[in-house]
């Protein structure tokens, strides 16, 4: 039952939708500045699992005789893995929900391995309000050591949109 003139899909006295609910920080929340973190520890499994998701089987990731015999003198966790994890703050911290990749651009710094712990950071670097849109300076480390960073263009849900 809803309160008098009261729908589904309409909040009453200033009440949020479910929609709401779910949503992250709109484009009026934001400020340059603010960062989100989101950590991981990368298992054997997460590198397993995500070669038989993405197909990319390459041995480095793969197969210890062949990754030792690489510059990386063992097996690494594949790059776009560790990327994914910047996805994961920008997607479901901030802004979070609602947020819409438009760009990502990626320097692979160092590897990562089964057992490091990556930390990927995004920071607000600039804000286009009137296309919704926000420049993030995007980063992941391995205890002090930067493996990945880059920049995100993403579009941003607005409260008035």
């Known amino acids: 039952m809803h309160p008098a003139g009261a729908t589904e899909n309409k909040p009453v006295n200033g009440a949020s939708t479910d929609n709401d609910?779910?949503?992250?920080h709109y484009i009026e929340d934001l400020s340059v500045g603010m960062t989100a973190v989101f950590a991981k520890t990368v298992t054997e499994a997460d590198i397993v699992l995500f070669a038989g998701i993405s197909g990319d089987i390459n041995p480095v990731h793969l197969n210890h005789e062949f990754a030792t015999e690489t510059m990386f003198e063992g097996r690494i966790a594949h790059g776009m893995l560790t990327a994914s994890f910047i996805s994961t703050v920008i997607g479901t911290k901030m802004p979070g929900p609602g947020t819409i990749y438009l760009k990502q651009s990626l320097n692979f710094r160092a590897p990562v391995r089964a057992g490091d712990t990556a930390r990927a950071r995004a920071?607000?670097?600039?804000?286009?309000?009137?296309?919704?849109s926000v420049v993030m300076e995007t980063v992941v480390t391995v205890g002090d050591t930067v493996v990945l960073d880059g920049e995100a263009l993403i579009l941003v849900p607005s409260r008035e949109a």
Request: aromatic share 8%; net charge neutral; proline share 0%.
């Open 21 to 24: 609910d779910l949503m992250g």
């Open 123 to 132: 920071t607000v670097k600039e804000i286009f309000a009137e296309k919704r």
